[in-house]
């Protein structure tokens, strides 16, 4: 096949239909998901402390310019300095089935004590709106996720999200979040036995106790402030938990406790509980996982 060598586009691109003895032919869907990272953008300054996002966004030739759904995604680190580029590859996984996906640094306990984090990552969220052009989102359409310590974020801020708590706005853009999951999230920081292999639980040395600045056991209820459990009864979007059954840094009775009050409120809260898994790792990133996950934002972005 011989063509004129000249400015083609993709519609005036001749396509190539010599048969090839030997050769395999795949044909497209139009469905087919690209997708590229942006690294290290900055969503917030706060303290002299830039903040930044890992960006993940998605491309289909069914929709080239097409808004998709976006996921915000806190990093856990047992709210300390987070590696934020840990995650990238996992998240990917949700970018692929569609959606803009990002994760989250916010300020660590090192640097600014409870409720930074909270503030940081619904100024995150904030942030993805306001560049919804430049990242294709689709503002009506956001779910805040994370894991262990970002577990417990994402909880707090979905569950907070329609009320003026731990907040301190960066822009005017509602936050419409539509769902929330909370992967082994550090969801109660006064439970006795809800951190397994944290020989100084609640101490001011402990992570729980340097998130809030003080002892815990000496001021349990200032603690209930950090704790998902106190915002049960407030307006929020329906919930996913997921808990490995042998983990040893969150006990999973934490998961169970906040799902088991969620639920007893009448509202929207899904529990999986992965059996023999452990802190993270592999078995919440599986394809099954990411199918329930997928499953669970397509059913609340209906």
């Known amino acids: 096949m011989k063509i004129e060598v000249k400015e083609y586009t993709y ?21 087919e998901m690209h997708t590229a990272y942006i690294p290290d953008v900055v969503y917030d300054r706060k303290d002299g402390t830039d903040l930044h996002l890992q960006i993940v966004t998605p491309k289909c030739p069914d929709s080239p310019d097409g808004r998709f759904p976006c996921v915000v995604y806190v990093q856990g680190s047992a709210w300390k300095e987070q590696d934020v580029h840990s995650n990238v590859a996992n998240i ?3 970018a ?8 989250v640094q916010y300020r660590h306990s090192g640097i600014a004590k409870f409720p930074a984090q909270i503030i940081d990552a619904k100024n995150a969220i904030r942030f993805m709106i306001e560049h919804k052009d430049e990242y294709g989102v689709d ?3 956001i779910i805040i996720a994370g894991n262990s310590s970002g577990g417990h974020t994402s909880a707090m801020v979905g569950m907070t999200a329609k009320t003026d708590l731990f907040d301190e706005p960066i822009n005017s853009q509602p ?48 603690a209930k402030a950090a704790c ?30 906040l799902y088991n ?11 999986y509980l992965i059996r023999g898994a452990d802190h993270g790792g592999a078995p919440f990133w599986s394809d099954e996982m990411i199918e329930i996950y997928h499953n669970f934002i397509q059913k609340c972005i209906k």
């Open 139 to 141: 503002e009506n359409n």
């Open 228 to 257: 998902a459990k106190t915002y049960a009864g407030l307006d929020y979007a329906p919930m996913l938990i997921v808990h490995g059954t042998k983990d040893k840094t969150v006990f999973a009775q934490e998961s169970v406790d």
């Open 11 to 31: 519609e005036t691109m001749p396509d190539y239909t010599d048969e090839v003895e030997g050769a395999k032919e795949i044909k497209l869907s139009g469905k």
């Open 175 to 222: 936050l419409n979040i539509k769902g929330i999951i909370d992967l082994y999230g550090a969801v109660d920081i006064t439970m006795d036995c809800g951190f397994p292999t944290t020989l100084n639980h609640g101490k001011p040395d402990s992570p729980e106790g340097m998130l809030m600045g003080f002892d815990i056991s000496e001021n349990p209820e200032a």
């Open 92 to 94: 990917g996984l949700l």
């Open 96 to 103: 692929r089935k569609g959606y803009v996906t990002s994760i």
């Open 261 to 271: 009050e969620i639920k007893a409120r009448g509202k929207d809260v899904q529990l």
